[in-house]
């Protein structure tokens, strides 16, 4: 079957430390997202990606970093420069064309200790 | 911008009542596209519906409903005879072609309580 598949579920991060949340898809779509979610914020946007080795910066970018080395990857890291980092990561995935809505993974929800 | 405006952010309703959410947007767009989508418990994004700019019809599955104003920029999502699998959050996004890319701006959702 096809999809996506976020790994892990569950993310446990001391502070000062980076970590990098996986993305994978078998979908074959051009485009790729990472959003973050929190409570009463709704999904915001961090990063996209709509062809392989190129990828803009979205609404909240600061202190996250990723690459786009393979067409079915998007990993984020999130950086120790990010101050709240707290929270669920959303990864989806959609066809360049657009309109055609997007497919998303099952999240990861990170927690600083 | 694209903006996307969900007003009540959380709504309890006894089971079998009918609920409705709201959703207003904007966009200088002339084409664009609206998506609501469910998030249960598990966090997974599940896609209910997608409607083009050019359509208005409104649409009917099982027991959703939705309600495309484009005179009043409205998105509205409705859910009859409620049930406890209705319990979630549940979301309205608009696409945004802007300068070529292909991005959805989300509101903040809606958390439906259904109550037994």
């Known amino acids: 079957d096809g999809g996506i598949t976020q790994s892990p579920k569950y993310l446990f991060r001391k502070e000062g430390q980076n970590v990098t949340l996986s993305c994978e898809q078998n979908l074959n779509h051009d485009a790729m997202y990472w959003y973050r979610q929190d409570p009463g914020q709704g999904l915001r946007l961090i990063y996209y990606?709509?062809?392989?080795?190129?990828?803009q910066k979205g609404d909240i970018a600061e202190g996250y970093s990723v690459s786009r080395e393979k067409k079915e990857s998007f990993p984020l890291t999130v950086t120790s420069a990010q101050k709240n980092p707290t929270a669920f990561y959303l990864c989806?995935?959609?066809?360049?064309?657009?309109?055609?809505?997007?497919?998303f993974g099952s999240g990861t929800r990170l927690t600083v200790v | 911008a694209q903006k996307v405006t969900q007003a009540q952010t959380e709504i309890s309703v006894v089971e079998k009542e009918d609920v409705t959410l709201d959703c207003v947007y904007e966009?200088?767009?002339?084409?664009?596209?609206l998506f609501w989508y469910k998030q249960p418990p598990s966090g997974e994004l599940v896609f209910l519906i997608r409607r083009n700019s050019f359509d208005e019809q409104n649409e009917i599955s099982g027991r959703y409903s939705w309600n495309f104003q484009k005179s009043t920029s409205s998105f509205n999502f409705t859910i009859t005879a409620s049930q406890v699998v209705d319990s979630a959050v549940y979301f309205c996004a608009l696409s945004d072609f802007s300068e070529g890319n292909n991005r959805l701006a989300f509101g903040k959702g809606n958390q439906v309580v259904v109550i037994p």
């Open positions: 989806a995935s959609a066809s360049r064309q657009g309109g055609y809505g997007y497919t």
């Open positions: 966009t200088r767009d002339t084409t664009y596209y």
């Open positions: 990606s709509q062809i392989v080795n190129d990828f």
